[in-house]
């Protein structure tokens, strides 16, 4: 008895859609970086739910290229997190307005 | 047994998200962001999918949430987020988000009547190689050997940027 790909695919959306509202809602610029892990972790169910229903075996390769290469971002977003901590003393978003943004 | 397997780790990924939306603390949003990466785990493993749960385990719930902790505690953990969300932003972001959300589904209904169900023949996915693991590995080295290369590529850029960056930092202070 297995589960409808739908169901997979609604849940990967409900995941995504709070990844992207923690995005755009939260200040800590290290818990928009996790919001933004949720999102690729999102797409991920997504890629394989939909390999399974088609019998690709593309929906469970693409993940792992997925996670490589959110491995390198998250490496080099902290990066640039703990530069920015130590310019500015803060991690709170809406301080670093340099850019007018 | 699949179905409430379904449906368990679904709520349990779904809570552990919003908690991580809601929670001031960014250990604790931490924890929430792997109990959403386990749920998820187990999901692939409900999907047939054992290398990608694996993968995700310990790639994702290992490896990337210990560098987040790490460079939290590094950085003292302070409650930067004083009211937890940002000012004037609340209700526009969640109208964009619900939109989103809309589209996707009816992308998805869409998909389910239009292209998915197509005449598709139970292909190679478990049996060709004798197993979920060996025919990933069989087709990650074969037909996408290039995209592996060039992440590997990639992988190799990220660390040079974190030497940079990092090296920038003790040279300037």
Known sequence: MTVPMEYYLGLSTILFG????????RRNIIVVLMCIELMLNAVNLAFVALGRNLQLLDGQVI??????????????????????????GTLDADEVSGMRG | MTTIAFWVL???????????????????????????????????????????AAAQVIVYAGAVMVLFLFVIMLLGGQPVERAGERRGLHSPALLIILALMAAFLVAAAAGHYCVLRGPHEPAALQTDFGGNVQAVAAWLLTRYLYPFEVTSVILLI????????????????
């Not at chain 1, 490589?68 to 130590?86: N, Q, S, T």
């Not at chain 2, 709520?11 to 990466?37: D, E, K, P, W």
């Open chain 2, 10 to 52: 679904a709520t349990v990924s779904v809570g552990c998200a919003v908690a991580l939306l809601c929670q001031r603390n960014t250990v604790r949003c931490a924890v929430a962001l792997i109990g959403v990466m386990l749920a998820l785990a187990g999901q692939y493993l409900l999907l047939g999918a054992e290398f990608v």
């Open chain 1, 63 to 88: 993940p792992v290229f997925v996670m490589a290469v959110a491995a390198a971002e998250a490496a080099v977003a902290l990066a640039l997190v703990i530069c920015l901590f130590r310019l500015k």
């Open chain 2, 158 to 173: 990220g660390m040079i940027a974190v030497v940079v960056l990092a090296k920038r930092e003790t040279r300037d202070t």
């Open chain 1, 18 to 25: 709070l990844g992207a509202l923690g995005v755009l809602v």
